[in-house]
C-alpha cells in the first residue's frame, strides 16, 4: 500500500513539474541563415493545446506547415518543390523563437523568429 502511495504522489508531482506549452499563435517573422544564402520567410502559426499548424510564404513558396509545441520545444514542417523543411528550436525568455533549419539536400542552417508587428 505504501509503495502504491508512493507511486501515486510521485507521479503527480511529475505532472506538475512538467512546463506547459507556450502558446504562439499569430503571425511571425524569421530570419534564416544557411550557406545556401539567408531568407526572410513569414509564418501564420495556429496552436491547440500541443498541436500546431499554419502557413510558410517566403522565398521557397507557399506551403501548409505542421507541428508541435511541447512546453519551450517547438518542431515544425512543410513541403515545397525541393522537398521538405525542417525547423526546431526553443522559446526564448525574450519570446523569441531560436533554433535550426533542415532544408534536405540544401543543408541546414539557423533561424530566429520574433512576432510580426
Known sequence: ???????????SLALVAAPAAKDITGKWDFAVETSAGAGSPKFD?????????GQYEGQLGSAKVLGTV???AV???FSVEMGEVTYSGKIQ???TIKGKVS???MGEGTFTGKRAK
Open 1 to 11: 500500500m505504501k509503495t502504491l502511495l508512493c507511486m501515486v504522489l510521485l507521479g
Open 45 to 53: 502559426f495556429k496552436q491547440d493545446g500541443e498541436k500546431l499548424t
Open 70 to 72: 511541447k512546453g519551450d
Open 75 to 77: 518542431e515544425f514542417k
Open 93 to 95: 525568455e525574450d519570446g
Open 103 to 105: 532544408l534536405g539536400d
